[in-house]
C-alpha cells in the first residue's frame, strides 16, 4: 500500500524568494518519488524525479528535492521563485517498474507575487 | 524526454452525443497507456487503465459503457464518451509509462464542453 500527503494546498510567495512545497509519502516498498507541475489547461510535465539513487534530486526549472528515508518526505523546493512557477504541483509516488501503481497528491496551488 | 500527444485539446458537443479522444505515444511503444478525469482544482482521478489488445481494467465506480476505451496499436489508445451529458464536462489526461521507474508521460489534456 501507499499513499501521499501533499501538506499545503496553497502557497504562497514573492518574486525572487525561497519555495517550498512539502510532500510526506507512505509505502510498503522502496518507492519512487516524483514532482509534476501543471499549468492551467495543460497536461502534467515531470520536474523531477527520485529512483533510489541520489538523495538529492536536481531537476528543471533551477527545482530540488530531496528524499527522506527517516522522515518519509520528498519535500520540493527552489531558492528564487520566478512568476512563471505559478502553477499546480503534484506529488506522486509509485511502485518501481509499475507506472500504474502511481498514487496522486492532491496537489499544491503555488502563487507568485510581484 | 518521451512523448505522448493527446487530441482534441477542446471539444465541444451537443448532450446526447459521443465524444472520441486520442492519445497516441509519438517516439515509443506503450502497452500500457491510463485516462484520468480532473476536477477544477483537484487531483487527477484514475477513471482506467487502458491495455494494448485486451480490455481496460476501469476504476471503481466508473462506467465502462459510458466512457469506452480502446488500445488498438501500441501507440494510440482512445477514450469515447458515449451519449455525453453536461456532467461528464471535464478535463481529460491520458499518460503512458516508460521503463522501469514509474514515471509517467502525459498528454495535454482535453478539456470537454457538453451542453
Known amino acids: 500500500a501507499q499513499s501521499v500527503t501533499q501538506l499545503d494546498s496553497h502557497v504562497s510567495v514573492s518574486e525572487g524568494t525561497p519555495v517550498l512545497l512539502r510532500c510526506n509519502y507512505s509505502?510498503?516498498?522502496?518507492?519512487?518519488l516524483f514532482w509534476y507541475v501543471q499549468h492551467p489547461n495543460k497536461g502534467l510535465q515531470l520536474l523531477l524525479k527520485?529512483?533510489?539513487?541520489?538523495?538529492l534530486v536536481k531537476g528543471i526549472n533551477g527545482f530540488e528535492a530531496e528524499f527522506k528515508k527517516s522522515e518519509t518526505s520528498f519535500h520540493l523546493t527552489k531558492p528564487s521563485a520566478h512568476m512563471s512557477d505559478a502553477a499546480e504541483y503534484f506529488c506522486?509516488?509509485?511502485?518501481?517498474?509499475?507506472?500504474?501503481?502511481?498514487?496522486f497528491g492532491d496537489g499544491t496551488t503555488l502563487t507568485v507575487k510581484p | 524526454g518521451a512523448v505522448v500527444s493527446q487530441h482534441p485539446s477542446w471539444v465541444i458537443c451537443k448532450s446526447g452525443t459521443s465524444v472520441k479522444i486520442e492519445c497516441r505515444s509519438l517516439?515509443?511503444?506503450?502497452?500500457?497507456m491510463f485516462w484520468y478525469r480532473q476536477f477544477p482544482k483537484q487531483s487527477l482521478m484514475l477513471m482506467a487503465t487502458?491495455?494494448?489488445?485486451?480490455?481496460?481494467?476501469?476504476e471503481q465506480g466508473v462506467e465502462k459503457d459510458k466512457f469506452l476505451i480502446n488500445h488498438a496499436s501500441l501507440t494510440l489508445s482512445t477514450l469515447t464518451v458515449t451519449s455525453a451529458h453536461p456532467e461528464d464536462s471535464s478535463f481529460y489526461i491520458c499518460?503512458?509509462?516508460?521503463?522501469?521507474?514509474?514515471?509517467?508521460?502525459f498528454g495535454e489534456g482535453s478539456r470537454l464542453t457538453v451542453l
Open positions: 499518460s503512458a509509462g516508460r521503463g522501469d521507474t514509474g514515471e509517467l508521460f
Open positions: 509505502s510498503s516498498y522502496s518507492p519512487s
Open positions: 527520485y529512483t533510489s539513487a541520489a538523495t
Open positions: 506522486v509516488v509509485s511502485q518501481n517498474t509499475n507506472a500504474g501503481k502511481s498514487t
Open positions: 517516439d515509443f511503444q506503450a502497452t500500457t
Open positions: 487502458s491495455n494494448e489488445g485486451s480490455k481496460a481494467t476501469y
